[in-house]
Every structure is written in structure tokens, then in C-alpha cells.
């Protein structure tokens, strides 16, 4: 499939006139523009012939189609709208299914490029296309924001919900022994304010702008929605003698050039009552040097063995983590609502964890 650039508000509204974009069963027919008919401020006004009915619609073109944007285009061509005689339509290049259900549940018209729409007359029509995928890709766009580094600004507003800056949460991500580059921050913030989930607002009395979270529960069902387990290159598993707070100790003086932290499976003690296995679970970004340093303090077994290591490259493990060499919070809850039915019980434990002190900033 090929994935084109994003066309223009303007490219949207001449792809309409040259009749390039359908939606069957509808003929449709651009009767003015904004630009041949001042008097009217909408982008378009189409006529849809089905048999011997037809509808007049006002549209709005918007080349966005994020929440937000979504949001904004209703309101905007709702304010031109006349049913019965013209009713509101949108135009964008993509309608995932959840932007159709947004149309629908506020009977709104919506068609993209791509061949999904929903087309509404309140009590006598509705007309409902999806499953054709998007072919437009937005220049700037990282393609998940939910994953890798980039998923360390979603997570970062879990754990502080306001910034009067991108700048002042790259430093937080930074304090946290994260690493994303500021262009990279600036991207995904957008992309949250375009999801509804932050808003950038101007500070009341003042010049200032601040970042703040508005849908901590959202966010945090985003990440869970997107996540993919990391990536452990290679495991050790041996034995020790040392108690678990003895050996997280041992651990803890292998050397800041080796990250360690307990898996988010291993955390769960921390945050949520749930029955814990022997053996210890840890993420190192090192293995050999994490063997070598142990010593004595760690036997190489299969036999009666208590303790794995498991090799970890990516970022997100080790980022927040927690005195004793516990994982984040935000981490262990995305490890056990991934797992299997009882680990997903014990994460509704560790997800009011995460949401409580969130909502007791917000009240």
C-alpha cells in the first residue's frame, strides 16, 4: 500500500470538485466552494443523490483528523449547518473507526479519502463504511508514540502532571534516567494534545504556557493498548545464598555502568498484595559484567535456581526507577495487564497506584 503525503486543506476541497472521492452508494456533486460563494464561509456545499433522494450537506475540509482536530471541525461546520436543508460533513484523508463512532454519537457526516465515512439524516438515513486503511502519513508524525523512548513523555505525565514547559518535562524525563531528545518531546506532545489526553494552555495573567495532563486514565489505557513486552537478548539463571534484600544490595554495587532494575513482575510486591514466586527477576543492560561483579554472591544453575538476569537494551525498563532497585510503577502495571488472567487481576491493584495521587493533584 502505498502511503502518500498528507494533502492540504485546499487539495482536499479540488479533490472533491474533480470527483475523486466517492462514497457509494451517494453520487456526489460539489454545488460552490468558499471561493466561488463568499457569502457562504463553509469550505463546500455537495449535494449526494442515492435513487431518488438527495441531501445537501456543508462541508469542512481539514487535512488533521486527531481528536482534537475532530472536535474542532464539528463545531466549526455545525455553525454553518441548516438540516433539513444543509447538513454538517466533514472531510479529512483518514477516519479511523473511532472517529466514525464520534460522528455517529453526534450526527455528523464524515468521509475520507481512503473510502470510510458515516453518512447521517437524523430518523431516516444512516450509512456506515469502515475497514479501508490509511494511506496518508503526516510528515512529522513518529509513528507510535506509545513505544520506545518516545513512550517516556506519556509516561513521564503519569508521574508529574504539569509542566510549565517541553523543556521542563525533558528535564524531569532526564532526572528519571531517561533520555529523549527535545525535538522528540516537543512531537509527542502534540501528538497528546492532538489525542485530547494534555492540553498546552496559556497561564491566566500572564504570558506563560503550561502543559498539563487532562485524561490520566486514557493515557495510561494508551500505553497498556500499545505495549510491547522488551527486548531480553539473553537470560542467566543461577542461585544465591543472600537474602532478597542482601543480593538487590550486591546488585547495587556492580557499577553506574551497568543499569539494573527488577522487572515489573519482581516489583509487584511493592505495590499490590499478590502471591510471589521464589525467584527473583531482573533486567540488566549488561549480563557479563553483572556476573562478574556478583562473585560468589551468584551461582550460574538451572538446579534449584532463585534468581534471572535477563539482558535489556531498551530504555523504558529502567526509566523511574524506585530505591531497592524496584521497577516503576507505570512499568509493572504495563508487564502484569499484558500477562495472563491473574497477573491482569493484581493490575487493577498497581493502576490505582499509578491514578491516585493523580486525582488527589487534580481535586
Known amino acids: 500500500m502505498e502511503i502518500r503525503k498528507t494533502p492540504s486543506e485546499e487539495e482536499i476541497v479540488s479533490l472533491l470538485i474533480r470527483g475523486e472521492i466517492c462514497f457509494p452508494p451517494f453520487e456526489l456533486e ?152 527535545l525535538a522528540t518531546v516537543s512531537k509527542v506532545c502534540k501528538t497528546l494534545e492532538g489525542l485530547l489526553v494534555i492540553e498546552n494552555t496559556r497561564v491566566k495573567g500572564t504570558a506563560a504556557r503550561q502543559l498539563k495532563l487532562l485524561q490520566p486514565e486514557k493515557l495510561l489505557d494508551l500505553l497498556a493498548e500499545n505495549y510491547v513486552a522488551p527486548q531480553v537478548t539473553r537470560t542467566l539463571r543461577g542461585k544465591t545464598r543472600l537474602a532478597p534484600d542482601e543480593f538487590r544490595a550486591a546488585l547495587s554495587r556492580v557499577g553506574e555502568e551497568v543499569r539494573l532494575v527488577q522487572t515489573g513482575f519482581g516489583s509487584v510486591g511493592s505495590y499490590a498484595v499478590m502471591a510471589k514466586e521464589p525467584m527473583q527477576y531482573f533486567y540488566c543492560s549488561n549480563l557479563d559484567a553483572t556476573h562478574d561483579a556478583l562473585g560468589d554472591a551468584f551461582e550460574p544453575t538451572d538446579r534449584f535456581a532463585n534468581v534471572s538476569l535477563g539482558e535489556c537494551k531498551d530504555d523504558t525498563v529502567y526509566f523511574d526507577r524506585r530505591a531497592g532497585l524496584v521497577a516503576s510503577p507505570v512499568q509493572t502495571y504495563l508487564e502484569l495487564v499484558t500477562g495472563d488472567k491473574r497477573s491482569q487481576e493484581t493490575a487493577e491493584q498497581v493502576r490505582r497506584t499509578v491514578l491516585t495521587p493523580l486525582a488527589a493533584q487534580k481535586g
Open 30 to 181: 460539489v454545488e460552490q466552494t468558499e471561493a466561488s460563494a463568499r457569502r457562504s464561509q463553509a469550505d463546500a456545499v455537495l449535494r449526494f443523490r442515492w435513487r431518488n433522494r438527495q441531501y445537501r450537506f456543508v462541508a469542512e475540509c481539514n487535512r488533521l483528523w486527531t481528536p482534537k482536530a475532530l472536535s474542532q471541525l464539528v463545531d466549526q461546520v455545525r455553525r454553518y449547518a441548516r438540516p433539513p436543508e444543509y447538513y454538517p460533513l466533514v472531510v479529512t484523508p483518514y477516519l479511523p473507526d473511532a472517529r466514525l463512532a464520534e460522528l455517529e454519537a453526534e450526527g455528523v457526516s464524515g468521509i475520507d479519502l481512503c473510502g470510510n465515512g458515516v453518512v447521517v439524516i437524523p430518523n431516516e438515513l444512516l450509512v456506515y463504511r469502515t475497514g479501508k486503511p490509511n494511506r496518508f502519513r503526516a510528515e512529522a508524525e513518529i509513528k507510535n508514540v506509545f513505544r520506545g523512548s518516545s513512550s517516556l513523555v506519556a509516561r513521564v505525565f503519569l508521574l508529574v502532571p504539569k509542566f510549565g514547559s517541553v523543556r521542563e518535562a525533558e528535564r524531569e524525563i532526564e532526572s528519571r534516567g531517561g533520555g529523549v531528545v
